[in-house]
T-cell receptor, first 112, second 110 residues
């Protein structure tokens, strides 16, 4: 039981490049989330998916797109990376009636 | 105004000390409250939920004051292993919008 996995762990991009961050969970959770964590800002919700086939914007969605490919997988895409998107990205999932979120290990992204 | 505000610290305390963190939230419609723990360069993990009546888990006690819109976490008999950042988290009645504080850094000193 791996919980929530994220790939890659580290990535360096040049401004304007695109990439997709992958997230998968094996806990059969309905809800999945993407957050970014910046110094002094705490974790901020980018997008979430309450169930397979649905996605909704969070607090800071601009510059990102998401896909809930199936119940297990929720990917985050940066179409044209900007230095302001340098951050640590966490994926999380939540299941049933519990409010507990389980986080993946994070992706450290640097955009130069 | 931020949804959730915490004193970032750092709090440096000796082993065995008692330390308390507070967190305030701005939206009175907030329904659920939590404390998460985040170790350096790791993911956050749930420490405990916070219930209206207050709740305790071993050396940790969480309290909620809805009238004043703050949440507290008390750690008794601090251990070196308690050194981490403690995140206050609030959920509004929409169910999937969670708001995180910036975290309070705790270092327990031998």
């Amino acid at each position: 039981n791996a919980g929530v996995t994220q790939t890659p762990k580290f990535q360096v991009l040049k401004t304007g490049q695109s990439m997709t961050l992958q997230c998968a969970q094996d806990m059969n959770h309905n809800s999945m989330y993407w957050y970014r964590q910046d110094p002094g800002m705490g974790l901020r919700l980018i997008y979430y998916s309450a169930s397979e086939g649905t996605t909704d914007k969070g607090e800071v969605p601009n510059g990102y797109n998401v896909s809930r490919l199936n119940k297990r997988e929720f990917s985050l895409r940066l179409e044209s990376a900007a230095p302001s998107q340098t951050s640590v990205y966490f994926c999380a999932s939540r299941g049933g009636n519990s409010y507990e979120q389980y986080f993946g290990p994070g992706t450290r992204l640097t955009v130069t | 105004r931020k949804e959730v505000e915490q004193d970032p610290g750092p709090f440096n305390v000796p082993e065995g000390a008692t330390v308390a963190f507070n967190c305030t939230y701005s939206n009175s419609a907030s329904q659920s409250f939590f404390w998460y723990r985040q170790d350096c360069r790791k993911e956050p993990k749930l420490l405990m939920s916070v219930y209206s009546s207050g709740n305790e888990d071993g050396r940790f006690t969480a309290q909620l004051n809805r009238a004043s819109q703050y949440i507290s976490l008390l750690i008794r008999d601090s251990k070196l292993s308690d050194s981490a950042t403690y995140l206050c988290v609030v959920n509004k009645n929409t169910g999937n919008q969670f708001y995180f504080g910036t975290g309070t850094s705790l270092t327990v000193i031998p």
